[in-house]
T-cell receptor
């Protein structure tokens, strides 16, 4: 079945550096992907909608200059956390909808980011 | 960003009993609802979904009930097993657009 893959699954970076997380739809094309952030013992919070070939749509309160999203192809969206700080440490999860299967939504396995 | 709730309610049930997890959703325009299971350190796993033109849907050991009048969703798990221990999220969507998650409920199954 359709799978959404994220890479890396875990990453540690130094404060002030940038880190990129990839989200791939493995056997379907996704014109839209979604990025979520989840802090421990909390729910998934939608950060932005990634649109293939156009700018991402950010949710209120999410800094677009800090969380750069690029959706250059129909199977890949990337989230770059720029100038990362310890408070950006979180679990980042992406999802994509497969229009060919009735818009079934698939989630990636998530990426743990730790900023030290 | 959108967020719903900052605490995690918990539910403890005896193995073999039925579990009922409740959820209140916020957007009356939502027409698609999903229940997800999340185990520690993993992404959400689809359990069952329901469209707004239905009020009940059954899967294997799970049933979802939708009450649009009071904007309430519930997940029933029959004969709960230790492997069902996880956090359960209800989620809502409008026309299969972005999915917004509820606060989640932690289910703990007592052997």
């Amino acid at each position: 079945g359709a799978v959404v893959s994220q890479h890396p699954s875990r990453v540690i970076c130094k404060s002030g550096t940038s880190v990129k997380i990839e989200c791939r739809s493995l056997d379907f094309q996704a014109t839209t992907m979604f990025w979520y952030r989840q802090f421990p013992k909390q729910s998934l919070m939608l950060m932005a909608t990634s649109n293939e070939g156009s700018k991402a749509t950010y949710e209120q309160g999410v800094e677009k200059d800090k969380f750069l999203i690029n959706h250059a192809s129909l199977t890949l969206s990337t989230l770059t956390v720029t100038s990362a700080h310890p408070e950006d440490s979180s679990f980042y999860i992406c999802s994509a909808g497969d229009a060919s299967s009735g818009n079934t939504i698939y989630f990636g396995e998530g990426s743990w980011l730790t900023v030290v | 960003g959108e967020s719903v709730g900052l605490h995690l309610p918990t539910l403890s049930v005896q193995e073999g009993d039925n579990s009922i997890i409740n959820c209140a959703y916020s957007n009356s325009a939502s027409d698609y609802f999903i229940w997800y299971k999340q185990e520690s350190g993993k992404g959400p796993q689809f359990i069952i979904d329901i469209r707004s033109n239905m009020d009940k849907r059954q899967g294997q050991r799970v049933t979802v009930l939708l009450n649009k009048t009071v904007k309430h969703l519930s997940l029933q798990i029959a004969a709960t097993q230790p492997g069902d221990s996880a956090v359960y999220f209800c989620a809502e969507s409008t026309s299969y657009d972005k999915v917004i998650f509820g606060p989640g409920t932690s289910l703990s199954v007592i052997p």
